[in-house]
């Protein structure tokens, strides 16, 4: 086991110091400062998250997520909206070819999600991948995953839910039709679920984490070296999180 890669288990943070922590990472990684890393953390306060490529104002209840304390951002991935809460969240950061990750975008993708998978399947939990990015157990989906590129490197960041709280995610979440919203929850119900759900019982966050520590080591083969979020790169996550995933310009820029 040749491979090294840095782990930081990061507490919960607010959604634009997350994002902002996660494109610091790629950052260093890039420029060859730091080993590959993988990064697991949570969501505080909640967050409502767009893709890339949608737009705030048609997606996303401003108001709603106002009265609620729900913060929102645009995240640089693609892929749709997402409520952040009850889940665990990764991180990873690598080149390309490191601890055996493929070029071809679904083949990268399959092949990081088998960490999660098998540490789903460490908590008892037998999931499958489902192209492009979504990880299932018995045709619901437990996981979303989403990548970004520059040259080389590869940013690939996914959630596992503890919770699911369909409700919530639709009184956050515009809907075409208001009279169509007890049916979209009623099919979101039947094709999402959460750990909790499967194990019928409660799942904690450090549990999870320690799932996935273990299920990436295995899977990846790679040896970690334990490093905390250090003072700097915090600082440059204030950066980007001022200059982008704070900012307005940023977020409603479509």
């Given amino acids: ?61 401003l108001e ?21 809460a009850q889940e665990v969240t990764y991180n990873l950061v690598a080149p390309v070819g490191f601890a055996g990750i493929p070029k071809q975008i679904l083949d990268s993708y399959r092949y990081i999600c088998g960490g999660v998978l098998a ?4 908590m008892g939990v037998e999931a499958e991948f489902i192209p492009l990015n979504d ?5 619901k989906k437990i996981s979303g995953n989403a990548q970004t590129r520059r040259g080389d490197y590869l940013l690939q960041h996914g959630t596992i839910l503890l919770q699911v709280d369909v409700e919530k995610m639709f009184s956050l979440l515009k809907v075409p039709a208001e009279k169509l919203k007890g049916k979209l929850i009623a099919d979101v119900k039947q094709r999402v ?3 909790e759900i499967l194990l019928g019982r409660a799942v904690t966050f450090d549990e999870t984490i320690a799932g996935m520590v273990q299920g990436f080591g295995e899977h990846l083969q790679v040896e970690f070296e334990r490093k905390p979020v250090t003072a700097v790169e915090l600082q440059r996550a204030q950066e980007l999180a001022d200059e982008k995933y704070a900012n307005r310009m940023w977020n409603f820029k479509r």
């Fill in 1 to 61: 086991m040749n491979n090294k890669m840095r782990l930081i288990i990061d507490p919960k943070r607010p959604g634009p110091i997350n994002m902002g922590l996660d494109e610091t990472i790629l950052e260093e990684v890039v420029s060859g400062s730091e080993l590959p890393t993988l990064r697991l953390y949570g969501w505080s306060p909640e967050n409502v998250t767009i893709g890339y490529f949608q737009g705030m104002e048609e997606e996303v209840d």
């Fill in 64 to 84: 709603a997520c106002e009265r609620l304390g729900v913060s929102y951002l645009r995240r640089t991935t693609g892929g749709g909206a997402v409520l952040n």
């Fill in 119 to 122: 540490g789903l399947r460490h």
């Fill in 135 to 139: 990880l299932v157990v018995n045709g």
């Fill in 193 to 195: 679920t959460g750990l």
